[in-house]
């Protein structure tokens, strides 16, 4: 155990800690660095690239959400396994998540990669304005293909003060196993980024009348696509 990646890695934490006064009622999260590496790898080089390459030719970009290399953007989550994430979204240039842009739609991905399994989630909100149709908000909501991940509904106002309807739509898929299949979830995670650029291409298809039944009913389909629950 004294020449364990454990021993080390706590050695090294107490020491960085050593002069603050509450590190004896601290938890003390351990995490083996070289599958860290690994994990770090495996995201970076196998599959995030397919979220590139599905974005290609779009004029949709990506963003951390904060200042920084890609490698600066991985963390560590506290689970059993030694697991690292990297959190992402998708971002409309001509409506930069900034404050006073008032945007129509949110998207944000997340890759989990661990020593036994990988996870891939989305989460879309679509921001409908006040006046839409509560018919068409509730056909969506109440549509059984959404039942596993039921949409959720919320109201908000937009920063010049009008009120909106916020749905949010979420999914999440993975597999684990004895080892990683960096090919299955680069492949799974362009399929992703497209069925979201799907509901993107008809959510601003709809803004253009959204009174039109026949638009609505093209985001619907999007939706089922990109956010039945399977």
């Not at 990506?62 to 989550?77: A, K, L, Y």
Request: with cysteine; aromatic share 12%; hydrophobic share 35%.
């Amino acid at each position: 155990m004294n020449h364990s990646w454990q021993t080390t890695e706590l050695k090294q934490y107490l020491k960085k800690n050593q002069t603050d006064p509450l590190l004896d009622s601290k938890n003390v999260f351990l995490s083996n660095p070289e599958q860290k590496r690994q994990m770090d790898k495996m995201i970076i080089n196998d599959i995030f690239p397919n979220v590139n390459q599905a974005l290609k030719g779009t004029p949709v970009k990506i963003s951390f959400g904060r200042d920084g290399e890609i490698t600066e953007c991985i963390e560590e989550e506290w689970k059993t396994h030694t697991t690292r994430s990297l959190m992402f979204l998708l971002e409309d240039p001509d409506r930069p998540l900034l404050p006073g842009v008032n945007i129509k739609w949110f998207c944000r991905g997340k890759i989990e990669c661990s020593a036994v399994s990988y996870l891939i989630t989305f989460e879309f909100y679509i921001y409908f304005p006040e006046t839409f149709s509560l018919k068409k908000i509730l056909k969506l909501l109440k549509d059984p293909v959404f039942a596993g991940m039921r949409p959720q509904l919320d109201y908000q106002e937009s920063e010049d003060g009008t009120g909106v309807y916020a749905i949010e739509f979420s999914k999440g898929k993975g597999a684990g196993g004895a080892a990683i299949n960096p090919f299955e979830a680069g492949n799974q995670i362009y399929d992703d980024v497209k069925d979201n650029l799907d509901v993107i291409y008809a959510l601003n298809d709809l803004e253009t009348d959204y009174k039109s039944t026949k638009l609505f009913n093209g985001l619907h389909r999007a939706l089922i696509n990109a956010y039945e629950a399977n």
